[in-house]
């Protein structure tokens, strides 16, 4: 015991000494560190000039030169925010920097060579049939012919100012807009936003002989499917036929193409639209920054040194910028509703059971009791309401996918005057930061104000077992019920995403249970939520067996205290933070349970934009008595907002299950007069906050615009 007990004080005395080594390093290092990144910013400025005075995109396109935005300048002693073809400050992002560490087979590296070679095609292509100078003459775009490419440019862009609704009208007018004209206008934008933002993975190469054939068969037509001609991108986890579902590994390339669409996508295509893009995720699902080897790190269009959230980031960064009409994602831990927060959108996830998709990656297979769930990215909640219309309860949908609920959304079933409405702005476990917190408590003052009655939501007193931290570690069991061997698996002959390198060292000491047994107690001493986290596993069958039975005993009990409060809906936190840096996701895993709670309990959940975060919550961040930091990770939380004044803002509504109505209901109710236009990146109407944008978010606005 003695000896134990001292090579434990050894243990917890290098731990310490190399926490302080680390984190407290000699001016002289520090100084050396700020000489490299001025060096840094000085190639990337050069580069960034290349980029402006040539006709190459980092996707293989020609284009015509179009100003590009610098990036903001860096603190000192600070990381270099990536760029759409960089993994880490300056470096040139290519999957052979990691290629000696993990050692993919010939087979895969030949694979992704080609790969890469038809994917630049794909986007050439793209360029060359929507090209205004090519189509001047062009019998297939709608208004006869143009003088000029200017003019012909300034048509497309108003039809990408259009939102949503109102493209559908002018495509379900007769001889006004069609199909080809409007896949021409969006793929123009989709372009600008790839070059900028590194959001799209692959073109769909079919989608113009796809637009030719619905002109042909519906133009003249006084008929016409809810969605003809309407472009629309879908997240690269959903199966399409001929493309690969890589999920950010060259392994999957070596697996052979799909047969057949996932039937979300192919529902969607019956009724008229196209599917023209595929977008960018996490390598392998397992984070909320959308980055990997294989396609490189997608950045926010609010700023790029920060990420759009994941694991469908690539689709809100695209939709968020003007580049599609909207986006289709899925949501199992928040995959939907955090880049929407992150990313100034409307999003809903269903109850896993109200639709159903296939033939998709959806995450861990067998994946505990975690809720599942598909849905979309819009720029405001009534295209939301229509598009959920669209598929929920429908018919069609069902032949496709017999799982799916057979009851339609009633909008006005469960529409009140005046709603009771619950709500938390801390859910106990780890405290959202002051601009998270602010939105809640806002948004639940107007509706008082309004006269809805507002009632308090306590975590702690759903039941004296299923405490926050209590709950926190069952999320995290459900997340890797079979603690991360699957993931473990699919890394192997990998090169890791460098965001991801961390997460992959510690999902290894899983099977060092004397290494785990020995640090929790070590890393508990610099952060208790971290040490929960580290201990969140399942040991063996019997312990799985006890986490989803206490996941069904939880989900129980917490309808149970819903029903005594008699609430309608719940409004909460979005997420813990607004969009941050690249860097900071991997190691804020602590946040997760903001979005993943509704995951594991199954409630339909969605995100409406509250406005932006102001001067006021980034200064609060430093006020103790505001956002108390007694936690490692608390700290950085704070470090991760540090730089984000004027980012979007955002509030959770959340429903009982299978009353989505509810939620959209509430959406109505509780909506701040935000919105995304078609043109670019989102803005803010009139009453939109008390912060107006800053001046680096209004120059990416502004320069989003361009083509």
């Given at each position: 015991i003695a000896g134990c007990l001292f090579a434990l004080l050894i243990l917890i005395g290098t731990s310490v000494g190399g926490y302080f080594f680390w984190n407290k390093r000699s001016a002289k290092e520090k100084e050396k560190e700020d000489a490299q990144h001025a060096d840094n910013s000085k190639e990337r400025e050069q580069q960034l000039k290349k980029m402006a005075n040539t006709t190459n995109d980092n996707s293989g396109v020609n284009r015509t030169p179009t100003k590009v935005t610098k990036p903001a300048?860096?603190?000192?002693?600070?990381?270099?925010?990536?760029?759409?073809?960089?993994?880490?400050?300056?470096k040139e992002w290519s999957v052979f920097r990691f290629v000696k560490k993990k050692h993919p087979t010939r087979e895969m590296l030949e694979n992704q060579s080609e790969f890469n070679k038809q994917r630049k095609e794909g986007f050439k292509m793209f360029r060359c049939l929507s090209a205004p100078e090519f189509l001047l003459n062009d019998k297939r775009i709608v208004g006869g012919k143009w003088k000029t490419e200017k003019e012909l440019e300034m048509f497309f862009r108003s039809i990408v100012d259009l939102d949503l609704l109102g493209l559908i009208d002018r495509l379900q007018s007769k001889n006004d807009l069609n199909a080809y004209t409007v896949l021409c206008a969006y793929t123009q934008k989709m372009l600008d936003s790839q070059t900028r933002l590194n959001c799209v993975t692959e073109v769909i190469k079919e989608a113009f002989e796809t637009a030719e054939k619905h002109d042909k068969l519906w133009y003249d037509s006084e008929e016409k499917p809810p969605l003809y001609g309407v472009p629309f991108s879908v997240k690269c986890n959903f199966d399409m036929k001929g493309y690969h579902t890589t999920i950010g590994f060259l392994k999957k390339l070596t697996e052979a193409k799909k047969e057949i669409d996932c039937p979300f996508v192919a529902h969607l295509r019956n009724l008229g639209g196209i599917p023209f893009v595929l977008t960018n995720v996490p390598q392998g699902f397992i984070s909320y920054i959308s980055s990997n080897p294989l396609y490189g790190t997608t950045l926010n269009p609010w700023a790029l040194d920060c990420t759009p959230g994941g694991s469908s980031g690539g689709e809100a960064a695209l939709v968020a910028d003007g580049g599609s009409p909207f986006g289709t994602g899925s949501d199992l831990g928040g995959s939907l509703r955090i880049p929407a927060a992150f990313c100034g959108l409307v999003t809903l996830k269903p109850t896993q059971s109200r639709f159903h998709v296939s033939y998709n990656y959806g995450?861990?297979?067998?994946?505990?009791?975690?809720?599942?769930?598909?849905?979309?990215?819009?720029?405001?909640?009534?295209?939301?309401?229509?598009?959920?219309?669209?598929?929920?309860?429908?018919?069609?949908?069902?032949?496709?996918?017999?799982?799916?609920?057979?009851?339609p959304l009633h909008m006005d079933s469960n529409k009140k005057e005046k709603y009771r409405i619950g709500w938390y702005d801390d859910d106990g476990f780890n405290a959202p930061v002051p601009s998270n917190r602010r939105a809640v408590l806002e948004t639940i003052e107007s509706l008082e104000k309004e006269g809805h009655e507002a009632v308090r939501f306590r975590m702690e007193d759903i039941d004296p077992k299923f405490q926050p931290n209590y709950v926190a570690a069952l999320l995290f069991k459900n997340v890797l019920p079979d603690d991360g061997k699957f993931i473990?698996?699919?890394?192997?002959?990998?090169?890791?995403?460098?965001?991801?390198?961390?997460?992959s060292r510690l999902l290894k000491l899983n099977d060092w249970a004397i290494i785990r047994l020995l640090f929790t107690p070590i890393i508990s001493l610099f952060s208790k939520r971290a040490a929960i986290i580290a201990r969140a596993r399942n040991g063996n069958l019997a312990e799985l067996r006890k986490t989803q039975e206490d996941t069904d005993t939880y989900r129980l009990k917490f309808i149970e205290y819903w029903k005594t409060l008699e609430i309608d809906a719940l409004i909460c936190p979005s997420f813990c933070t607004p969009a941050t840096p690249h860097q900071y996701p991997p190691e804020l895993a602590n946040c997760v349970l903001s979005t993943g709670l509704y995951n594991l309990l199954d409630f339909p959940a969605g995100i409406v934009p509250a406005g932006h975060v102001t001067a006021d919550d980034v200064a609060n961040l430093n006020d103790e008595k505001i956002f108390p930091i007694n936690d490692y990770l608390l700290r950085k939380q704070r470090d991760a907002c540090a730089n984000s004044e004027a980012m979007p803002n955002a509030v959770q509504v959340v429903g009982l299950p299978n009353e989505e109505e509810t939620v959209l209901e509430a959406f109505f109710t509780t909506r701040v007069k935000m919105s995304t236009k078609g043109n670019g990146s989102a803005q803010v109407n009139e009453g939109a906050g008390k912060s107006e944008v800053s001046a680096l978010r209004a120059s990416l606005i502004l320069n989003s615009h361009h083509y």
């Open positions: 300048k860096k603190a000192p002693g600070k990381k270099a925010a990536p760029n759409a073809t960089s993994g880490k400050g300056n995450g861990l297979p067998g994946r505990g009791r975690l809720g599942l769930s598909y849905g979309f990215y819009t720029k405001c909640v009534k295209e939301q309401v229509f598009l959920m219309e669209l598929i929920i309860g429908s018919p069609e949908y069902r032949n496709l996918e017999p799982m799916s609920s057979p009851a473990l698996d699919l890394y192997k002959n990998e090169p890791n995403d460098p965001y991801m390198a961390s997460f």
